[in-house]
């Protein structure tokens, strides 16, 4: 069974960073492709970044120079560097993994951005 188990969210003022981390099990995860998304109240679910198995990597526009996602197969974790962090960044944000056996979905870390 897939688990995955976000940390690092928290209160911040506007210009401040945040360091997400996500931990899976239950998956090989050298092979499976992962990403953040996010999600604020009364709206759909939305990619941040994400990252291939090969470490290749796409950002939304919004995030693009602020945001890094990145991976360490040998801890079956994926981070996500939040920098210049705004108030429009305030969500909750998801790690998500893709492998041969589906997509699943961590429970969630909120981020708020205090301006």
């Known amino acids: 069974q897939v688990q995955l188990v976000e940390s690092g969210g928290g209160l911040v003022q506007a210009g401040g960073s945040l360091r997400l981390s996500c931990v899976a099990s239950?998956?090989?995860?050298?092979?499976?492709?992962m990403g953040w998304y996010l999600q604020a109240p009364g709206k759909q679910r939305e990619l941040v970044a994400r990252?291939?198995?090969?470490?290749?990597?796409n950002y939304a526009d919004s995030v693009k120079g602020r945001f890094t996602i990145s991976r360490d197969n040998t801890k079956n974790t994926v981070y996500l560097q939040m920098n210049s962090l705004k108030p429009e960044d305030t969500a909750s944000y998801y790690c998500?993994?893709?492998?041969?056996?589906?997509?699943?979905w961590g429970q969630g870390t909120q981020v708020t951005v205090s301006s």
């Open positions: 239950g998956s090989i995860f050298s092979i499976a492709n």
């Open positions: 990252i291939t198995r090969y470490s290749s990597t």
């Open positions: 998500n993994l893709v492998d041969p056996l589906g997509s699943f």
